[in-house]
Nanobody, 126 residues
């Protein structure tokens, strides 16, 4: 079993930056891949960033070049640094984890993943 606890998020003006953290506890010996999803009101939860057990990353086109996913294995923590934020980035952000490799990396459907954080709100005003 894996537990995920997120922190960070909040409100920022367009062009600003925010950082999210996700601490993983429980089974930390298995090869775990992690990612960040977001869900805007009335929309499906979508993957935006993915990092595998070797640190290889991939991003959705909507955040490529603006967001950076990273992880600190010693702290069992994944991060999402979000720069140049836009109003359309406003959503609830979720950390996800599951055994590597995910079927489609960052494009893996949310219903194929086992472990989730509680979610944290990010609001970007224009």
């Amino acid at each position: 079993q894996v537990q995920l606890v997120e922190s960070g998020g909040g409100s920022v003006q367009a062009g600003g930056s925010l950082s999210l953290s996700c601490v993983l506890s429980g089974d930390t010996k298995s090869r775990i891949c992690m990612g960040w999803f977001r869900q805007a009101p009335g929309k499906q939860r979508e993957g935006i960033a993915y990092i595998d057990s070797d640190g290889i990353t991939s991003y959705d086109n909507s955040v490529q070049g603006r967001f950076t996913i990273s992880k600190d294995n010693a702290k069992n923590t994944a991060y999402l640094q979000m720069n140049s934020l836009k109003p359309e980035d406003t959503a609830m952000y979720y950390c996800a984890a599951d055994l590597c490799q995910w079927p489609n990396g960052v494009r893996t459907s949310f219903d194929q993943l086992s472990f989730w954080g509680q979610g944290t709100q990010v609001t970007v005003s224009s």
